[in-house]
């Protein structure tokens, strides 16, 4: 006979953190956000930490390299999504280490004698309004000049004007040796009031670029996360099939964490995925597993090697598992469960793996509750589909700007190695739908950020670790949940009377 647990499982939104007492100190502005993403043993750091707990979905819909860059310049990473070709998931590691690394490559170049409608074409397609000029066009050619916005005006010359007429010659540049620190690069760039500072090497080639804005970025996004180059750190979602070809790219790419993407983690498949990664690379290549509700799932997932534990099941806006399979279950009661069979295995063994609530998030509050319970980061996909940031299209819908928003389990995404078997998708786990659009990322997390601090606060934490020592959480009534929101008045921007 079927096994059933005695107590119903729970969401997110039937929970509320009562407050707590809140010493003078702790305000906003000394909340500390970080948050293990790796494996570590007692009394020693994760060889990598988020700077926010925040962390995109791997989807189509949401994580391409552009999230990738914006995400980790506000501290979180994205998991770029895996249901693309090995080749095509690579270039977008690549292009998102390449973005920020301090030593920027020149992905655009020119020879002396094209033109000035080759440089705007440049700029079109590329947005790089800075290019190097080489004897041959290429990235290794002789380095000869240099060409930025500033050296021409559009409505005063000819499109046909040779570049050689209008760049900055080699003589007049100033140029750093290959081997200068990044810190002497930007000290060069500010005694000379540069805008960009070209690196070349014994023969005159140039190897890289640093650029004065890079540096005006880190004081913008105080919280940039960065691997030890100084390059944005950035996730790649694996699958349990190709891993044997596909983890190797991504780790020659240069991704600095890996998520196997599956709809259901307890299995076979994901040890072998796991066994393969541990017997070729060891420790060295970072690999979290998925995704699992309760303790024997998150159990199996850590004493297979994995370096953090996806929990949830059907708990996410576009997901319809449990509507197809009836499979899953309530979203805070796997959070709470497998976080107590997180801390318990640390006991245990001295290893503590973290956890990410991946899914069933709807409101900027229900992040903190997810903490609260135990997570140590979530995963986020609706809410960063919204955004400018990530790769769907925007379009208007009954007069309201959306963005278009499918999982992975659709048609749409035909992302079969999800799924356990292979073969074609037989049906769907997903839908295919609209999003309301929210403007830049940069601006949404901003408030979201503020919330969660504030929240922490109310419970007299200052740390996430904190907060999971000292929260209290209750369970709410349907009237209670009524009653939180606006009710028995007027709202201005609607017409009618708002009585719940």
Known sequence: MAFVFEQSSHTFSEYLLVPGYSSADCVPANVRLQAPVTKHKAGEEPA???NVPLVSAVMQSVSNDTMAIALAKEGGISFLYGS???EN?????????????????SESNVRP???????????DKKGHSTVAVTEDGTSKGLFVGLVTGRDYRVTRMALETPVSSFMVPFEKLVCAAEGVTLSEANDILWEHKLNALPVLDGNRRLTSFVFRKDYDSHKEYPLQLHDEFKRYVVGAGINTHDYALRVPALVEAGADVLCIDSSEGFTEWQKKTLDFIRGTYGDAVKVGAGNVVDPDGFRFLAECGADFVKVGIGPATICITREAKG??????????EVAKARNEYFKETGVYVPICADGGISQDYQITLALAMGADFCMLGRYFARC???PTNRVMINGSYMKEYWGEGTERAKNWQRYEGGGNLAFEEGVDAYVPYAGSLHDN????LSKIRSTMCNCGALTI???????????????????????DVYLKEQTGFLSR
Do not use: Y
């Open 327 to 336: 499979i899953g279950r309530g979203q805070a009661t796997s959070v709470i």
């Open 89 to 105: 998931q690579a270039a977008m590691v690549s292009r998102v280490k390449r973005h920020k690394a301090g030593f920027v490559p």
């Open 388 to 390: 400018d940031e990530s």
């Open 84 to 86: 693309q070709s090995v």
């Open 113 to 123: 004698d094209q033109t000035l409608a080759e440089i705007l074409a440049i700029k």
């Open 465 to 487: 670790r904190e907060l999971q020592d000292k929260a209290r959480l209750t369970r709410v009534s349907p009237s209670s949940i009524i009653e939180g929101g606006a009710h």
């Open 48 to 50: 990598l930490k988020l």
């Open 445 to 448: 997390l901003a408030i979201t």
